[in-house]
């Protein structure tokens, strides 16, 4: 017996040893095994930020090995305005010959603001900087993680944290930002002639450098859709979440707008741009027009365009809210509109009318006339062209349709609308008029004298201009127009951006005179292009094309309608709010190269207008230049200079969201 007990005392002992033994090399040896996933509370700090907390896991990855994805919270330093600023950086394991684990972060130094203040991005940081951390995981899953940089020695964190579990179903963070291709390679017969046909400009001392690079040579443009931290920025609107980027002001920025944009209400962006034209853009001669920097009165160039599409927007909040401010802001576009007609034809010039007005000041050059008689408290400028007469029909309209019926204007419009027959953009037989310059473009039929016998017919109630306009529209080449979408076309990364815009604007003046008449052939075929014009874009994030289309219900696939639905209200969340004061410079990137195709390739001054290089990767509205009209620009712009928010109005907005909401997309809550 007491035998035995020696021997269990002695199994005992033995079996003491061993696990004491054992637990004395977890303990040497922690962090000599690869890392398994988990999710850590963490804190420590920074040699720059200051102190932090927050979450890091380590997951399974789609791709195999383990993904990190680290969250944390700053202490010790807060956005300009006060927010609190997170991190977000998502990387990967690695697992050294020596079973030690490191994290290895990715994080992007020149996006695309170049400076803000002092700070400028330079060639030196294009490059990204590479986070090491090196992980240490002891009792109870502690982990100790040392980060750093061998392109930076001044990266210090050092970063303690305890386990809280394994990894859910969904990882605690998740970008959201994709690249996608807007086109299919071209064909090799095709680009070989496309290359040729452009070769001088790939001779451009500003091109040549891309001419060997393997994405020029494929010329497959692509388009960044970025819809990071929505819902985050919608619940957390005191935050900023800087994604897988270094910390500084400009980063700061960068995030600064994309939160912006995010946290805001379709409404708040709506009140907000309303009260800064209403108050600031909206001149007293029924203009919209810019302001500069010291806040004086700046004429815009294509005054006429963005005036009428903004009564066409005050049309419709007059008709949705009843508010008295829009009929004001109406009747003063109406008024503007009759004007650019009435000022030149105070000079006895009946064919010609004005691109846009300003009060009267110090003569400016650049085609600006003194008015006469009436109009001598205002400057007209010259060039009323085939753009400006388009802003011209739907301000007109949108008066007839959304003034009361006993407005006095009423009668103006159409006293006006019988004079627009006489404008050269209007004559049916223009090339029989030796005053009149010849159109640009194609020799084909142009929409505009249909257009305006209608607008005559109907407010005057004279059916023989209403037949002329459907007969207008009737013929061959114009019938043909609407099916392959009334005018907006993409094709190798090559568009003709401001007349994507345009032809929205004409469509949506036909259709509407449309609905005044009984020809339902004309209706269907003008309301089904704007399904063609939206598809024909759609990879390009066009969300005034997507509104129009889905509000129509002309697009026959229900996928593609969501789609197009999805894309109005991605345009609405992401406009910024307010337009932000940055310059923007694509060129910064460490991805960037130039498109092996110019802009608007027909006007063949490629070789002397630098205007005309573009990115083969285009960019969505939280990483680009809003500037004072955002639909008419092209998405595969390099970027721009900067405009204050003060400075720019924002028709363009307003124009999407009451779209949206006149077909009931989004509601007034929204």
């Known amino acids: 017996m007491e035998a035995m007990a020696v021997g269990r005392k002695t199994s005992f002992l033995a079996i003491v040893v061993l696990v004491v033994s054992v637990g004395c090399c977890l303990l040497l040896c922690s962090g000599c095994s690869p890392i398994e996933p988990g999710i850590w509370s963490v804190r420590g700090e920074d040699a720059a930020l200051g102190r932090f907390e927050g979450t890091l896991e380590l997951r399974e990855s789609s791709s195999g090995g383990l993904e990190a994805i ?89 970063e303690e944290g305890t386990f809280i579990g394994s990894p859910g179903t969904e990882p605690i963070f998740t970008a959201q930002r994709f690249i996608r291709a807007t086109h299919r390679e071209p064909p090799a017969i095709v680009k070989g002639l496309l290359f040729k046909f452009f070769s001088t400009y790939h001779a451009l001392p500003e091109v040549a450098p891309y001419v060997d690079n393997a994405a020029f040579k494929k010329a497959v443009h692509y388009h960044v859709v970025e819809r990071t931290d929505f819902e985050y920025y919608r619940n957390y609107p005191d935050r900023l979440r800087i994604v897988n980027k270094i910390v500084d002001d400009i980063s700061i920025a960068e995030t600064e707008i994309r939160a912006n944009a995010f946290r805001a209400l ?53 008709l949705h809210t009843g508010e008295p401010g829009a009929l004001e802001d109406l009747r003063a576009v109406v008024r503007g509109m009759h004007t650019l007609v009435d000022i030149v034809r105070e000079t006895g010039d009946i064919r010609n009318f004005a691109r846009t007005l300003r009060l009267a000041g110090p003569p400016i050059g650049g085609g600006w006339v003194r008015g006469q008689g009436p109009f001598s408290h205002l400057d007209w400028k010259q060039g009323g062209n085939n753009d400006m007469v388009h802003g011209v029909f739907i301000g007109m309209l949108a008066g007839w349709e959304a003034l009361p019926a006993n407005d006095p204007l009423r009668a103006e419009i159409a006293a006006h609308a019988l004079k627009l027959l006489d404008l050269c953009e209007c004559l049916e037989d223009r090339d029989q008029h030796p005053e009149c310059p010849a159109r640009d473009g194609l020799p084909l039929p142009s929409v505009n004298p249909g257009i305006a016998h209608l607008l005559a017919g109907i407010t005057n109630d004279m059916p023989e201009h209403v037949s002329k306009g459907l007969a207008l529209f009737h013929d061959p080449l114009l019938e043909l127009y609407p099916r392959i979408g009334g005018g907006p076309f993409y094709v190798f990364g090559i568009s ?117 290089m573009q990115s083969l990767i285009g960019h969505g509205m939280v990483e680009s230049l809003v500037d004072h009209y955002f639909w008419n620009g092209s998405v595969f712009s390099p970027g721009g200079s900067a405009i204050g928010p003060d400075q720019s109005p924002g028709v363009d907005y307003l124009f999407l969201y009451w779209l949206a909401r006149d077909f009931g997309l989004i509601g007034p809550s929204d």
């Open 70 to 158: 680290r969250v944390v919270r700053l202490l010790d330093r807060t956005s300009p305005d006060g927010r609190t600023i997170e991190l977000a950086w998502q990387g990967r394991v690695r697992t050294k010959p020596i079973n030690q684990s490191l994290m290895e972060f990715v994080l992007t130094r020149a996006d695309f603001i170049p400076r803000v203040g002092s700070l400028v991005r330079t060639p030196s940081d294009r490059e990204p900087l590479v986070v090491v951390g090196s992980l240490r995981e002891s009792f109870r899953r502690r982990l100790t993680t040392w980060y750093g940089s061998y392109e930076d020695p001044t990266i210090a964190i050092n």
């Open 266 to 318: 379709f409404h708040e962006k709506a009140r907000y741009y309303q009260e800064q034209l209403t108050t600031r853009f909206h001149g007293s001669h029924g203009m919209v027009e810019n302001r500069t920097a010291e806040g004086t009165p700046d004429p815009d160039h294509d005054g006429a365009l963005w005036t009428g599409v903004y009564g066409y927007t005050q049309a419709l909040r007059y």
């Open 496 to 612: 003709d951006w401001s007349g994507n815009h345009l032809s929205l604007v004409s469509t949506i003046t036909i259709q509407r005179l449309l609905r005044y008449t009984d020809d339902i052939e004309l209706r269907e075929s003008w309301d089904k292009a704007s399904a063609v014009a939206w598809e024909s874009l759609r990879l390009l994030e066009h969300p005034l094309h997507a509104a129009l289309a889905a509000g129509l219900d002309v697009i026959d696939n229900p996928v593609l309608r969501d789609e197009a639905i999805s894309e109005t209200l991605w345009g609405l969340r992401s406009f910024p709010f307010p337009k932000h004061p940055y310059p923007v410079d694509h060129r910064i990137r460490a991805d960037f190269v130039l498109s092996p195709f110019p802009s608007l390739p027909w006007k063949l001054d490629w070789e002397t207008n630098p205007g005309r």
